[in-house]
Every structure is written in structure tokens, then in C-alpha cells.
């Protein structure tokens, strides 16, 4: 099996100069976990993850390491949202993309995954524009679909043999 079979084609995809209040709505209502950032030719420019966005709310290590309590300062939680608000796409983008290619084999994407500690990965065309989007729920669907198959054409043998 190849990426292009089991990959998800219907994508979201934003561009760099989307709000990053879009960006959350998109994230959060519709139940995604990334979202590629193309340019007007659909080339891929970077993407953006749920941790993307809730790690820059959070302090970083050295801050944290700073606050010898460890307790955080939630108004300063409060104003990093604040500031995040007037942010784009483009702004916190990540610009290096692990992706795959629609005719990579499946285990290839989910290894690739698995070593990045990625749940996603957006599928490329030839030219470099975003196709589809490939997870780990998506292999583990259709490999689980694959052997519930095979196990089901192994019963029938089994009882025409009988009969």
C-alpha cells in the first residue's frame, strides 16, 4: 500500500497571512491537528500544529528554570494569547516540513513519523504542491482494515475445506 491510497485529499490549508485566531478556530472546531501553509500555487511553505500554537503560551524551559516554585504566572500566560492575536500564519509557521510523496509506502510515512515524533505528515505531488495529508490514524485504519480482510477470506477457506 502507498500513501495516496489512504490518505485523507479533502484538506484545510491556510496561508501565511491568516490570523492566528483562525488558525485556533480551524484547529479546534474542525478537529485537525495541522494545517500546511501554502502559497497561491499550493507549494508548500510550512505548517502549523495544535503544539505550535500551545507551546508559544507556555514558558520556555529557561523561563521555567528562572521560577525556582515552578507555579506559572497565569497573567502572563493571558498576555502571551494576547500577543499571539496579532500574529499570522506566516509568523509562527514552521518552516522546515517533514513530508511524504503519494506513491512512498505506507510503513515508509508511519517510520518517518514515529522517528520525528509526528502524528501527520502532508503528501506532495511531483511538483511540489500539497495533495493530501497522511496520519497515523489513517495507516493504522487501513492495516487494520487489511488484516480484518484477510482474516475474513482465511475463515471462508477454511469452511469450504470443511464442507
Known amino acids: 500500500m502507498n500513501v495516496a491510497s489512504v490518505m485523507s485529499s479533502h484538506i484545510i490549508t491556510t496561508s501565511p497571512g ?3 485566531s483562525e488558525l485556533w478556530r480551524l484547529l479546534f472546531v474542525k478537529h485537525i491537528n495541522a494545517i500546511p501553509v501554502i502559497d497561491r500555487s499550493r507549494s508548500l511553505l510550512g505548517i502549523i500544529t495544535k503544539e505550535d500554537l500551545l507551546q508559544g503560551l ?3 524551559y529557561q523561563e521555567y528554570f ?3 516554585t515552578g507555579v506559572a504566572d ?3 500566560m493571558e498576555n502571551k494569547v494576547r500577543e499571539m492575536g496579532s500574529k499570522t500564519a506566516g509568523d509562527i509557521m514552521n518552516k ?6 503519494a506513491d ?3 510503513m515508509r510515512a508511519l517510520s518517518r513519523m514515529i522517528v520525528r515524533s ?3 505528515l502532508p503528501v506532495l505531488s511531483d ?3 500539497v495533495i493530501g495529508m497522511i496520519t497515523k490514524g489513517d495507516i493504522f485504519k487501513a492495516l487494520f482494515k487489511k488484516t480484518l480482510i484477510k482474516q475474513k477470506v482465511q475463515k471462508k477457506a477454511k469452511k469450504r475445506k470443511k464442507a
Not at 96 to 101: A, G, M, Q, S
Open 58 to 60: 507556555y514558558p520556555d
Open 96 to 101: 522546515k516540513v517533514i513530508y511524504t510523496r
Open 18 to 20: 491568516t490570523p492566528v
Open 104 to 106: 512512498t509506502p505506507i
Open 66 to 68: 528562572l521560577d525556582a
Open 74 to 76: 497565569f497573567e502572563v
Open 127 to 129: 511538483d511540489n504542491t
Open 118 to 120: 509526528l502524528n501527520q
